[in-house]
Nanobody, 125 residues
Framework: VQLQAYGGGLVQAGGSLRLSCAAS????????LGWFRQAPGEEREFVAA????????SYADSVKGRFNISRENAKNTLYLQMNSLKPDDTAVYYC???????????????????WGQGTLVTVSS
């Protein structure tokens, strides 16, 4: 599975961005996809995840109510709609493909086998 994340950019606090993650290759083998982020000097942290089949989702507490994860299977694409952005949301955002079904351990980076290259989101105050 190959993943390509895009859609990052510079936005003012309170603004919105939508990230996309295009999947290719052995798409039929995907169980779930997740978004992680990594700020400079920080560890990679979980943002949100979604099952590739069905509607199960999971969010980090820090983004609940502000971010929405969705997918469009016909386009093999995962999205992350980010609203009410804060400077603390500044990071490189990565999409990743889970090893496990049903969002099992979806907040653990080690649960993911394939990673995209990341897209930078910068939120100015």
């Amino acid at each position: 599975v190959q993943l390509q994340a895009y859609g990052g950019g510079l936005v003012q606090a309170g603004g919105s961005l939508r990230l996309s993650c295009a999947a290719s290759g052995r798409v039929f083998s995907i169980n779930g996809l997740g978004w992680f982020r990594q700020a400079p000097g920080e560890e990679r942290e979980f943002v949100a995840a979604m099952a590739w089949r069905g509607s199960s989702t999971s969010y980090a507490d820090s983004v609940k109510g502000r971010f929405n994860i969705s997918r469009e299977n016909a386009k093999n694409t995962l999205y992350l709609q980010m609203n009410s952005l804060k400077p603390d949301d500044t990071a490189v955002y990565y999409c990743a493909s889970s090893r496990y079904p049903d969002l099992y351990r979806s907040n653990w980076p080690t649960s993911y086998k394939y990673w995209g290259q990341g897209t930078l989101v910068t939120v100015s105050s």
